[in-house]
């Protein structure tokens, strides 16, 4: 079984900054794609951000130059610096993961967090 844990979300003022982390455990093999999502209160949840194994990045529009996305391989866990944090960012954030587990190293199957809540203030 795999687990997926975010931790650093809060409070913090518009113009703030905040570091998210997600660390997988479990019987890992490998793990391909890490990403973040976010879900708005009345909104889908869309994908803000996401990092390959091999460290190319994409981002959503909004957030590009002022999040950061970043993994360490060794410690199977993705971090999202947010910088100049906008009450549009305001959302629960959830880690996502492609991860290969020892048990069957041939499937990759898509794991979630268990979200951390973000809000920014005005």
């Known amino acids: 079984q795999v687990h997926l844990v975010e931790s650093g979300g809060g409070l913090v003022q518009a113009g703030g900054s905040l570091r998210l982390s997600c660390a997988a455990s479990?019987?890992?093999?490998?793990?391909?794609?890490m990403g973040w999502y976010r879900q708005a209160p009345g909104k889908q949840r869309e994908l803000v951000t996401e990092?390959?194994?091999?460290?190319?990045?994409n981002y959503v529009g909004s957030v590009k130059g002022r999040f950061t996305v970043s993994r360490d391989n060794a410690k199977n866990t993705v971090y999202l610096q947010m910088n100049d944090l906008k009450p549009e960012d305001t959302g629960v954030y959830y880690c996502?993961?492609?991860?290969?587990?020892?048990?069957?190293?041939?499937?990759?199957?898509?794991?979630w967090g268990q979200g951390t809540q973000v809000t920014v203030s005005s």
């Open positions: 996502n993961a492609g991860v290969r587990s020892e048990r069957n190293p041939l499937v990759a199957y898509r794991y």
């Open positions: 990092i390959t194994s091999g460290g190319d990045t």
């Open positions: 479990g019987t890992i093999f490998s793990i391909n794609t």
